[in-house]
Nanobody, 126 residues
């Protein structure tokens, strides 16, 4: 199985930046697509961004385009989310996710992802 662990969350002020990381371990020989989702209290889990193994077509939700950047380091088996110009509405638990097959494309729905981390809390104050 694949294990994903997020880190880097915290409390910041509006306009600040934050970098989230996700480290993968276990059966990671396949070229999985990886993604970030987030869930605010009382709301549905929301797609944030995704990137294929080759990083050829990163894709973002409209709400974060131009502010967030997703990247991965396959040698280190890590995924990152650089968040800039943070807003209070970005407050949520952020989850790292991975597909269970080498699909070579990105997906925006939770059903496409087989593995999930436990999440890291991001709180943005005004």
């Amino acid at each position: 199985q694949v294990r994903l662990v997020e880190s880097g969350g915290g409390l910041v002020q509006a306009g600040d930046s934050l970098r989230l990381s996700c480290t993968a371990s276990g059966r990671t020989e396949s070229r999985f697509t990886m993604a970030w989702f987030r869930r605010a209290p009382g709301k549905e889990r929301e797609f944030v961004g995704a990137v294929s193994w080759a990083s050829t077509n990163p894709y973002y939700a409209d709400s974060v385009k131009g502010r967030f950047t997703i990247s991965r380091d396959n040698a280190k088996k890590s995924l990152h989310l650089e968040m800039n110009s943070l807003k209070p509405e970005d407050t949520a638990i952020y989850y790292c996710a991975s597909t269970g097959a080498a699909l070579g494309q990105v997906f925006t729905t939770t059903r496409a992802y087989a593995y999930w981390g436990q999440g890291t809390q991001v709180t943005v104050s005004s």
